[in-house]
């Protein structure tokens, strides 16, 4: 069965956000480098990462219903 | 009688009797006979302030806090020192929230002056002021809202020499900086100083805000190592707007002043962050419990 999470991504990532960020389908196994890979955000762009509220690394593992949020460094005052 | 004694009866007696809106009754102060009161006994604005407080009266510019505030909780505020780094758009923002609420002695810590492209979002910042020094506008500023406040300027930009001296002993350290590096610097010279820090970044209409007691792992959690950082982030790209540096100044002010008031911090190990562009917000752990 397909699985899908929400994804919301900050600042100047947002030019990254694929069509449908509120549903999108996973695969089985899908890390979250897996994921900004499939959304072509350069690894270097990629600062934070929190999945339902909680900050994790790259290698975490995705599940359906994960409301998942990424930053880039923001420095800005 | 004894010099304070005589004190809290003169406050007493200019005193006027005052109501709160919603009908309370309180003592009041007003602000020229503080001034009277500092000329005849020697004081400076703050001291009348905290004296008039601890007399049970409450000087009037304070009243709308009172609700919230205890006399105490002011008097505390008054005796505090806070030092913010950076005089930017979130500086801006915070220098003026804090000398509205009566935080007693600001450090106030830029090398900057200013340029028309800061007109978009830093209050500090005004047509006539372009070229003048930061720290310069932000002591004239505070002066013009509450000449109370005791301002001690530093126009320099912060490095790990200059850093102890200048942070001395505040009892909180507001980060306001723009960029990553100095960031680092403010924050290993508060670990070392045992001060807590409240840091904030923005770009664009998304930005974030934090709280780091010196034992604290503090900004390695969200840009990781110093070392592997660029020189600027996401705002490089999409500048900063003055809806987000205000609301996260304004969220700067309200960490800070639970620190001073001995309450607890909200933001500590978290991360609020905040997005305008769909109104969204959320507080993120950044440890695992």
Excluded at chain 2, 8 to 23: E, F, M, N, Y
Excluded at chain 2, 120 to 135: A, D
Excluded at chain 2, 197 to 212: E, Y
């Amino acid at each position: 069965m397909a699985a899908y999470i929400e994804l919301k991504l900050f600042a100047s990532l947002k030019t990254y956000l694929p069509q449908g960020a509120e549903r999108f389908p996973i695969q089985a196994g899908d890390t979250v480098e897996a994921l900004t890979k499939r959304l072509g955000i350069p690894l270097d762009e990629v600062k934070l990462i929190f999945v339902n509220g909680v900050k994790v690394q790259m290698s975490s593992i995705l599940g359906g219903g994960d409301r998942v949020g990424i930053f880039p460094p923001v420095g800005g005052g | 009688m004894p010099v304070k004694a005589a004190l809290s009866k003169a406050i007493c007696q200019v005193s006027t009797r005052a109501t709160h809106p919603d009908g309370t009754p309180y003592r009041s102060i007003r602000m020229k006979d503080l001034e009277q009161l500092c000329q005849e006994h020697g004081l400076c604005g703050r001291e009348a302030e905290i004296s008039a407080l601890e007399a049970g009266v409450v000087p009037e510019r304070y009243a709308r806090s009172m609700k919230v505030y205890s006399l105490e909780d002011q008097a505390t505020l008054l005796r505090s020192c806070v030092c913010v780094v950076g005089m930017g758009g979130l500086g801006g923002t915070v220098v003026e929230m804090l000398a509205r609420l009566g935080v007693g002695i600001l450090l106030l810590v830029d090398g900057d002056t200013f340029d028309e492209s800061n007109l978009n979002r830093q209050f500090l910042c005004r047509e006539q002021g372009l070229g003048k020094p930061k720290v310069q506008e932000a002591a004239r500023r505070v002066g013009a809202i509450n000449s109370s406040v005791a301002v001690h300027t530093h126009q320099a930009y912060l490095n790990e020499d200059n850093a102890p001296s200048i942070l001395g002993d505040s009892d909180v350290a507001i980060d306001c900086l723009g960029g990553f590096k100095d960031r680092f610097v403010l924050e290993g010279a508060t670990k070392k100083a045992g001060c807590p820090l409240v840091s904030a970044a923005v770009a664009g209409l998304s930005g974030h805000v934090t709280t780091i007691f010196p034992t604290d792992p503090g900004l390695q959690l969200i840009y990781g190592d110093a070392q592997s950082l660029p020189a600027a982030g996401a705002e490089s790209s999409l500048g900063c707007l003055p809806q987000i540096t205000t609301l996260l100044a304004a969220l700067e002010c309200s960490e800070a002043t639970k620190i001073l008031l001995k309450k607890r911090p909200l933001l500590r190990h978290r991360l609020m962050v905040i997005d305008l562009d769909d109104m969204g917000g959320e507080v993120m752990d950044l440890q695992r419990d």
